[in-house]
């Protein structure tokens, strides 16, 4: 994080004029100072804010962030993180307000809670917000108790799927909210699952932070990333580390890729607290989006996580996934779907025999590339509808 991007307990510096238009500046990577547009900040838009939880990597931030970048120009998109990589929003553009997740903090659940209604009350009464967008599988109490005491009328959930039977229930019913929006799976199309009450429940196609148009080619992006051109490059995104512990596949598979010729390249997320130590000659990039540079690389090794997998749809680069099967959606089953998308083999890679299989058969459908079906990937765009619609109607009553 830049030393100029505090995660203070402060609303991000702003002024405000007469008209209450706000000046926002915020320091980026290359101590540049961006002012965000008046027509943007404009107090004529409805203002929106996201509620983003912390999970185990960057998704529930980047689900956020997909839906705010399609509301520029008709909403005026706001963050209450709980995700410590809040520089990645300012980078983006957005105002954005910090708060350490019940994961990292050292309170007992019931103090926290009470903490994060006082300071997620304190942005409410700040911002005002026309909506308020949580995106998480389960509501905190300080969150709800926030809305409540503050008269939040119009509550949309952003609540991914998939999860495994055995997990435990939410016990937040979706009679509290608005709107229930599902960000399908690779292959969903669109479905209005619900529209009387307690609430409209929908679900969208994949949704994905950037478009199609906004991927770099192959040359572009190994310019970018500073990769030869006639490179031979595989690229392993195994995630964070934060949950599992991902040393013993990652060296594996390193061994076994660069005895078939590749140069492998570790991406490092920007959130991660126990990286897996690599030989230092194995070169790491840390970008974000990564979904922007993965046509640079012949090959990708990567976890089944929800952006992972709709993002690998995006690009069509051949990859191994390895679920995670520590997390509490179902990677395998995700795996599994995606495989009917992308050029995907799908192996646990435990032992060096299925490392060797399934490297093997990774190059066989590098070589030989099957046609797959095109699906939707527009789940973003249908979720601001959703969202934008609601708002209105609550506006008109």
């Known amino acids: 994080m830049h030393p100029n991007c505090s995660r203070s307990d402060q609303f991000p510096e702003a002024t405000y004029d007469r008209r209450g238009v706000v000046d926002l500046f915020v320091v980026d990577d290359d101590d540049m100072l961006l002012c965000l547009s008046e027509h943007a900040l404009s107090n004529d838009l ?89 995106d998480g599988s389960w509501p905190f109490a300080g969150f709800m108790h926030a809305c409540d005491q503050y008269g939040i009328s119009t509550r949309v959930w952003s609540n991914r799927g998939l999860y495994k039977e055995d997990q435990e229930a939410v016990p937040v019913n979706e009679s509290e909210f608005d709107l229930v929006i599902q960000p399908g799976e690779v292959g969903a199309k669109f479905t209005i699952e619900r529209t009387k009450g307690p609430a409209r429940v929908v679900t969208t196609p994949p949704v994905t932070l950037l478009e199609g148009d906004e991927l770099l080619s192959r040359n572009e992006a190994r310019k970018e990333l500073g990769l030869e051109s006639d490179g031979r490059y595989a690229l392993f995104s195994l995630g964070p580390g934060n949950l599992k512990d991902v040393s013993d596949v990652a060296h594996g598979l390193l061994e076994e890729m660069r005895r078939r010729g590749f140069t492998v390249v570790w991406a490092r997320a920007q959130i991660s607290v126990r990286d897996v130590p690599l030989p230092d000659d194995v070169p790491t990039v840390s970008v974000y989006p990564l979904v922007r540079y993965l046509r640079a690389f012949d090959v990708l090794v990567s ?88 708002v209105k109607q609550k506006a008109s009553q």
């Open 46 to 134: 409805p203002r929106i804010l996201f509620f983003n939880i912390n999970g185990s990597g960057l998704g529930h931030l980047s689900r956020c962030l997909a839906y705010a970048r399609r509301m520029r120009g008709r909403a005026r998109p706001i963050f209450f993180s709980l995700a410590s990589a809040v520089e990645i929003i300012h980078d983006m553009g957005f105002e954005a307000d910090y708060f350490v997740s019940e994961f990292w903090s050292r309170s007992h659940i019931n103090a926290w809670n009470r903490e994060l209604a006082v300071r997620f009350g304190l942005m409410l009464e700040e911002v005002r917000p026309d909506a308020v967008v949580f």
């Open 303 to 390: 976890a089944a996580g929800y952006n992972a997998c709709c993002e690998i749809v995006q690009a069509g680069v051949p990859t191994i996934l390895v679920p995670n099967v520590q997390v509490a959606d179902d990677q395998v089953l995700r795996a599994n779907m995606t495989a009917r998308y992308a050029p995907v083999v799908i192996s646990p890679c435990d032992t060096p025999a299925q490392r060797r299989e399934a490297v093997s058969r990774l190059l066989e459908i590098s070589d030989a590339p099957e046609p797959l079906p095109t699906i939707d990937l527009d789940g973003a765009d249908r979720a601001v509808e959703e969202i934008l619609a609601i």
